[in-house]
């Protein structure tokens, strides 16, 4: 019997998945694991397996196009079955524009899909813009001559509003968004724009990031709170491993304290769930990793209760794995509390935004030698601020400066780690 | 430079070749004594004699063929329909003996015949005879079609089509012979597959041929008084077309309106929206678009026939909807 294929939700934040590729064409024949196709989610690039038997009869969303989760995608059947009842239009979408169709519960005769990573392979490059749509069941159009003055001039097509017929894109709407363009920025004599302006397609991930984001620093309250460590000790202790040629980073050992730190104030190992607040049990610690285009925070699980070592070699096989592009789902969500570390570009002190629902983040600046005062004498030591952002829906101040307290004592005395 | 009639145009380059070259000689109904049916052949008989303006029964199939045959052995026929609605009965030998003769042979027998008459539309002639149908013989290999808009190109492009080694059909536009333009005293030919821009511009081109042309000039002038420049291009050959200037004019403008006064349904406009859009494809902001003769035959009645022609107005027209304006 036929089944519709959908977009499978690959992650707990995936709402739309990109078609990268078919791996199975139509009227190729399916076995339940074989790869289907690779989609694009928010975070990575993971084959779509099948999970029935049949002919690939056909394929709905063809690649390139961004399909919501839960939306039918293709059609698996027997070779000389009626598969017209299965078939809909499907509308792709950049935006996650509302409601999305169908995404919970799944309709009776769907056939599931599992993810499976991917080896971080070259298949990312982002389909042009023309093929995709522009919001729901409005597909992109636009004159052949303003599609190429848009690619020229970097414009995205997909912001215009086409003044042509059925909204056609046409030559003067393109000329008229470099008008506005260049009325924004002074014109040089030659008719040249000041600036020259580069656009970038968003990945998925940074868009993902966009819209996160925004979630956060727009609806939670952050407040910031800053200490200053001294780390003369740590240093020294940390100096003295590194001879030793013992594998850990400054990172790892801030990731434990911060996570034992937490196990005594759980009202930082918490999150906003509208009516109630919920305290975890277990500290996962987020670690935010830059890539090139975007970053990804994956997940050290119960931090609190693994050696400095432990920590060490899992942040680094998961960096690792972050950087190739292939982290699993579980692997990067389900953090508690996250950290973020700017101290090796040399960053001072800068203020994180929280990664919802987490309650806090915790941004770690460069350790620096400074001035101490001490006993009315000034020597040289070693200090490195910290930040806490806190949402204030969750925490009060003082109890992120108890947090802060804690943890700050514990980095100025070494043992007290663990 | 004297001011002459499309008709004298055309009776100068044949007086002129006939002198030039012996071998060159008139046949068709009445072309002799009446002196052509739209006097176009007036003085010829006088000067040259009957030996080489040769009055015919009406036979089109028969004087074609022997325009064919005197042509395979050395004469330079040139074979005047009388209107080029007669020319069905001698499409056999046009067709399967003037444009395959050069192929079929080897390359042994060229055709030097030029076949030329009045096209197209005139005033209430109804429908057998007001047919444009330079899409019927384009559509042949082995056949030159040329489609004169103005008194100079008509005797530039007749003396060329004379001293052509193949077979070249000759549309001239019935209502155009009593238009007047510019034509130099002095022998000058206008070389076969080259076409004229008749209008500069640089927000539309407009191509047309013809009596056409006439049409699209009108529009353009109607047009400028808007702000809107168009440029008008007349392919003047409409095989072998000369696409590059075409090509390069719509990549200028980025838009094009095909003004044809045949039918639309596998009209010469419909050869030239493809080249552009192999062409110029990216350079496209709308659609080519095309002014055509309506869809039917004919209408005898005079309004009806002005509404199945093409006409400035539905080219303004046609020019706002690829301008996005209407």
Known sequence: MASRVVMPKLSDTMEEGTILRWIKQEGDKVETGQTLAEVETDKATVEMEAYTNGVLRKVIAQAGATIKVGAIIAVIGAPDEDISALIEPVAPTREAPPPPPAASPRPAGVAPTRPVTLPATALRAAPPAAARDAGPGRSLRASPLALRMAAEAGIDLASLQGTGPQGRVIKRDIEAALAQASGAEPALPGGQPAVEVREIELSSMRRTIARRLVQSKAPVPHFYLTVDVAMDRLWEAYRALRDENYPISLNDVIIKAAASALKRHPEMNASFAGDHVKQYGRVHIGVAVALEDGLITPVIRDADSKSIDEIAAEARTLADRARNRRLQPHEYTGATFSISNLGMMGIEEFSAIINPPEAGILAVGAVREAPVVENGQVRVGRRMKLTLSVDHRVADGAQGARFLATLRRMLENPLLVG | ?326
């Open chain 2, 1 to 326: 430079m004297p001011l002459i009639t499309y008709r004298d145009a055309l009776t100068q380059a044949l007086r002129e070749e006939m002198q030039r070259d012996p071998n060159v000689f008139l046949m068709g109904e009445e072309v002799g004594v009446y002196q052509g049916a739209y006097k176009v052949s007036r003085g010829l008989l006088q000067e040259f004699g009957e030996r080489r303006v040769i009055d015919t029964p009406i036979t089109e199939e028969g004087f074609a063929g022997v325009g064919v045959g005197s042509a395979m052995v050395g004469l330079r026929p040139i074979i005047e329909m009388m209107t080029w609605n007669f020319s069905m009965l001698a499409m056999d030998q046009i067709i399967n003996s003037a444009a395959k003769m050069l192929y079929m042979s080897g390359g042994q027998f060229k055709i030097p015949m030029v076949v030329r008459g009045p096209g197209g539309a005139a005033h209430q002639l109804a429908a057998q005879h007001s047919q444009s149908l330079e899409g019927w013989f384009a559509h042949v290999p082995g056949l030159k079609v040329v489609a004169p808009s103005t008194p100079y190109d008509a005797k530039g492009l007749l003396k060329s089509a004379i001293r052509d080694d193949d077979p070249v059909i000759f549309f001239e536009g019935e209502t155009l012979y009593g238009s007047k333009g510019e034509v130099p005293e002095g022998e000058y030919t206008v070389p076969l597959g080259v076409a004229d821009v008749k209008r500069a511009g640089t927000d539309v081109t407009i191509i047309a041929w013809s009596k056409m042309v006439s049409i699209a000039l009108k529009a353009a002038e109607a047009l400028a008084a808007e702000g809107i420049a168009c440029e008008v291009i007349d392919p003047r050959t409409l095989r072998p077309l000369d696409e590059e200037p075409l090509v390069a004019s719509v990549q200028k403008t980025n838009r094009c309106v095909i003004v044809e006064e045949g039918w639309e349904y596998s009209g010469i406009g419909a050869q030239l929206a493809y080249v552009i859009h192999r062409d110029a494809f990216g350079d496209l902001d709308a659609p080519v678009t095309r002014v055509t003769g309506a869809d039917v035959p004919m209408p005898y009645a005079k309004n009806l026939e002005h509404m199945a022609m093409p006409s400035p107005a539905r080219v303004v027209q046609a020019v706002k909807e690829v301008l996005y304006i209407e």
